[in-house]
């Protein structure tokens, strides 16, 4: 534990924790029971499993496989038949009306995603939450809050100035993690949580972020009967209770203002969800106050990466960077200020300007598909009889096993993405070739009944983001992933048009699959931008 607890004294790195003590709860379900060779006989697997250690020696093979911390699945994989199966796993079926059920070790991270919450609720009560909910994620909806987005855009914007001009080494998880959060906030339940204001954090961040602290040092060894004394515990017990109080708090004053017919009432997410219904009752209560943690949880971490990794693509793509710049010049002129383009962004018509950024989703798209940083976990319960038909049409009965679906494997199939699988192309997403794409083999928010409800948020977030910044600032990545230079300075185009780097850059799985380093970058004002002043 000692380690753990060193690995993990940044609260950054507190949330990381958990799918590592995840992946092990997993690992330890995974244990192969003697007769387990036997039963599994029929399954796809990836190589003849040992008689008594099953595919321990093929986990610890590949586990063992290039960088040490690279993300587990994208070092090898089952098969393509994931594919085929994930789609099964995920969609509504006649036994299951909501999907296979969540994994019930989702109930155990609680204190941070809630536990009546849409993350982790099943079956009617999620149903009718689920709901609730959508109205205040409607594209048409979002729309109207690119005012909101663009206010809490501008303090990024602001330490990227800061950071160009000091021309100081950073790491970009910090700023985007910063600003998923501050985003969230505003948008799903209207509270300027200051994350991007050194030292005016709100109370509500301030909170979480210690709950996820403490929540990382809880001792799952223990029994819980023993834990529950225990001094972590009751931080945890302490924080979890704050937190609560806290959103509810400001979800009954939403309430009352709403059925006071109040003008000023919220359009936030949580406020939407709260229409029509009369009377607050405590169920409701708690399953809003739990789903906006929910949000907190499932939002920051997600939509920072995929921006880590959009600049990283960026920077080393210049056919994309061209592009980008292209479409940004047509939808919005010339002027590469970023107070020009937010104005822009506020005018009657931005719904047509944003729809036009064609380009810039492509981009979004290609990046989630290269480097999806979540997934799912489901249990298809003992006894249930739950099967999954293999593509030669054999069924398989998974009843008591985890299911959850490799994005990541699933996306760079060869059979779906050709030889430029592993290749950041955003114009594979455009034109006719788009066309040619199985919807099922793009799953980074997932698929069917349960799939993200944040995506649209993401999406707008980063396109919003992008137009903002991508003529403006140069990203220039340090230590791991950096280019490689030749003797004037220059970068070094590969055969496939991508530049040349001295290392590798990849995710390892802390949570979700983050980049390894907190993606350290420099920036700079861009040629062009200087020229605009
Ligand atoms: C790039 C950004 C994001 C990615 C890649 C992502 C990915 C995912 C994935 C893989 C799931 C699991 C679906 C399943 O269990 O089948 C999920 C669920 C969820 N996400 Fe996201 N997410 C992102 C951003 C967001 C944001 C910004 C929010 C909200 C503010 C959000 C809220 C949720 C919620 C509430 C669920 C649970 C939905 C349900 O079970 O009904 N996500 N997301
Ligand atoms: C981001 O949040 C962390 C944690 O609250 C804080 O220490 C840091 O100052 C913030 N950074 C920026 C650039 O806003």
Redesign the pocket.
């Known amino acids: 534990m000692a380690v753990l607890e060193q690995l993990f004294a940044h609260w950054q790195s507190a949330l990381l924790a958990i799918i590592p003590l995840f992946a092990y709860y997993l690992l330890q379900k995974l244990k192969p029971k003697q007769n387990d060779v036997k039963r599994f006989a029929d399954f796809p697997q990836p190589e003849e499993p040992d008689k008594t250690r099953g595919h321990w020696p093929w986990i610890e093979k590949a586990a063992g496989e290039g960088e040490a911390g690279r993300s587990f699945g994208s070092k090898r994989h089952l098969a393509r038949i994931m594919g085929f199966v994930a789609e099964q796993v995920?969609r509504a079926t006649k036994q299951y009306s909501t999907s296979v059920p969540?994994h019930p070790a989702m109930q155990d991270l609680a204190p941070l995603v809630g536990s009546r919450s849409?993350?982790t609720l099943d079956g009617d009560e999620?149903k009718g939450l689920?709901k609730r909910i959508l109205p205040g994620f409607q594209p048409q909806h979002l729309l109207s809050l690119v005012k909101v987005i663009l206010d809490k855009s501008q303090y990024f914007i602001e330490h990227l100035e800061r950071l160009a001009a000091s021309g100081e080494e950073f790491a970009v998880d910090e700023l985007t993690i910063n600003l998923?959060f501050d985003v969230?906030g505003i948008?799903?339940f209207d509270m300027d949580l200051n994350a991007q204001i050194p030292g005016q954090q709100s109370p509500l961040l301030t909170t979480y972020r210690e709950l996820s602290h403490a929540f990382v040092k809880r001792d799952n060894s223990k029994h819980w009967v023993r834990r529950y004394f225990s001094e972590n515990e009751r931080q945890i017990r302490k924080l979890d209770n704050k937190l609560d109080a806290i959103l509810k708090e400001n979800i009954k004053r939403e309430h009352a203002k709403l059925t006071k017919g109040d003008a000023t009432a919220s359009r936030s997410v949580a406020a939407l969800s709260l229409h029509g219904i009369k009377k607050l009752t405590p169920e409701i209560l708690q399953q809003t106050s739990d789903?906006c943690r929910?949000?907190l949880f499932?939002?920051h971490d997600?939509?920072s990466?995929?921006m880590q990794w959009i600049f990283y693509e960026l920077h080393r793509s210049p056919h994309a960077l061209k592009a980008l710049t292209e479409e940004l010049d047509s939808v919005f002129g010339p002027d590469t200020n970023p107070s020009t383009i937010m104005a822009r962004l506020l005018a009657p018509g931005n719904g047509e300007l944003m729809g036009n950024l064609k380009y810039t989703d492509a981009i979004i798209k290609e990046t989630?598909r290269l480097y999806?940083?979540?997934?799912?976990a489901r249990l298809a319960p003992e006894g249930s009889g739950t099967t999954l038909t293999m593509p030669d049409g054999k069924q398989l009965v998974v009843d008591g096993l985890v299911l959850t679906p490799r994005a990541y494997v699933i996306q760079r199939d060869p059979a779906i993405f050709g030889e430029s699988k592993d290749d950041f192309v955003p114009e594979r997403w455009l034109g006719s070739e788009a066309a040619n794409i199985p919807e099922s083999a793009w799953r980074?928010?997932?698929r069917?009944p349960?799939?993200?409800?944040?995506?649209e948020?993401?999406n707008m977030e980063v396109r919003v983001v992008l137009a903002c910044i991508a003529r403006r600032f140069e990203f220039v990545k340090v230590g791991r992933g950096e280019l490689e230079l030749d003797e004037d300075g220059s970068p070094i185009l590969n055969e496939k048009g991508y530049y040349k780097t001295k290392s590798e850059m990849y995710s390892t799985d802390v949570v979700t699959a983050k980049p390894v380093d907190g993606m350290k970058m420099k920036v700079r004002i861009s040629e062009r931008a200087k020229a605009n002043v």
């Open positions: 995920t969540k849409l993350v999620w689920r998923s969230i948008v799903t789903t929910g949000f499932a939002g997600t939509t990466i995929l989630l999806p940083p979540g997934t799912t980074p928010y997932e069917g349960r799939r993200c409800t944040g995506s948020l993401a």
